[in-house]
């Protein structure tokens, strides 16, 4: 719970396709915000769109079958935003309007020594990971890690995050 009335604006940056029942979450939101308020938020495209976000759970299928988890594309999680109609249908009945999505393409870097943390800790492959025994995370880290060949380069892990940009305003 927010004090009605006491924000100017939100801004969330790949936080806001976490909630659990974003409609609800966005109705507190719409009453935590003046009349004037403005939300931003920073939004992960389709998956079709990421195919960066995709290579360990497809590299590490083969190895796991089906004890990798199946995604629910509209479930909370990073691609729970990435259909635009979908934002529309959240926002609105949570009292925003002048919903506005604007696509964005944007570098991104890590260093190559933080990949295989990366691919083992988020996604389906890092809900199982710790699961499986010493001799199958070994193959599976040795498949994803080839997966990522070509993000690879002079030890730097580079790829492009297809994200949504959505803005919106109260309605009075």
């Known amino acids: 719970p927010f004090e009605p009335a006491s924000f100017d604006a939100l801004f969330s940056r790949f936080g806001v396709m976490f909630f659990d029942d974003p409609v609800q979450a966005f109705a507190n939101l719409r009453r935590a915000v003046s009349d004037e308020a403005r939300l931003c938020a920073l939004v992960w495209r389709p998956p079709q769109d990421n195919a960066f976000m995709l290579v360990a759970e497809q590299a590490a299928a083969p190895l796991l079958g089906p004890r990798l988890p199946v995604r629910d594309w509209s479930a909370p999680g990073p691609f729970a935003f ?41 996604g389906p492959l890092g809900r199982v990971f710790e699961s499986l025994d010493g001799e199958l995370q070994r193959r599976v880290i040795e498949a994803v890690r080839a997966a990522f060949g070509d993000y690879v380069h002079d030890g730097v892990v580079r790829f492009d995050a297809a994200c949504w940009i959505v803005t919106a305003r109260t309605r009075s």
């Open 82 to 122: 990435a259909d635009a109609q979908r934002v529309r249908d959240i926002l609105a009945p949570a009292g925003w309007c002048e919903v506005k999505l604007d696509a964005v393409d944007t570098p991104c870097a890590f260093d190559e020594r933080e990949l295989v943390d990366y691919f083992t800790q988020i």
